[in-house]
């Protein structure tokens, strides 16, 4: 079992930036794909990133690329989202997710934190 917390979300003005972190508790962390999604207000939730246990793959969505990276520090079991140049379509509460593989998490995590919100003004 896997517990995750969030935190970092703030107000940004467009062109800012905020770094997320995803503290994780529990067994195992360091062998878990760790990710994060997005849900906007009236929109469904949506894949941001994922980065393999390693932490030498990644993923992330083409809305984001080169404007967002993910990381991790295992020997803190924490997993990291610095977002640069962000958007006001960046607004959304954050959801940090872990499953096993950056696929799983991509299909749908087993694991959900309970989000944090982003908020960029234009």
């Known amino acids: 079992q896997v517990q995750l917390v969030e935190s970092g979300g703030g107000l940004v003005q467009a062109g800012g930036s905020l770094r997320l972190s995803c503290v994780a508790s529990?067994?195992?962390?360091?062998?878990?794909?760790m990710g994060w999604f997005r849900q906007a207000p009236g929109k469904e939730r949506e894949f941001v990133a994922a980065?393999?246990?390693?932490?030498?793959?990644?993923d992330c969505a083409d809305s984001v690329k080169g404007r967002f990276t993910i990381s991790r520090d295992n020997a803190k079991n924490t997993v990291f989202l610095q977002m640069n140049n962000l958007k006001p379509e960046d607004t959304a509460v954050y959801y940090c997710?872990?499953?096993?593989?950056?696929?799983?998490?991509?299909?749908?995590?087993?694991?959900w934190g309970q989000g944090t919100q982003v908020t960029v003004s234009s």
């Open positions: 980065i393999l246990w390693s932490g030498a793959n990644t």
């Open positions: 529990g067994r195992s962390f360091s062998s878990y794909a």
């Open positions: 997710a872990g499953d096993r593989s950056i696929r799983a998490i991509q299909l749908g995590p087993s694991y």
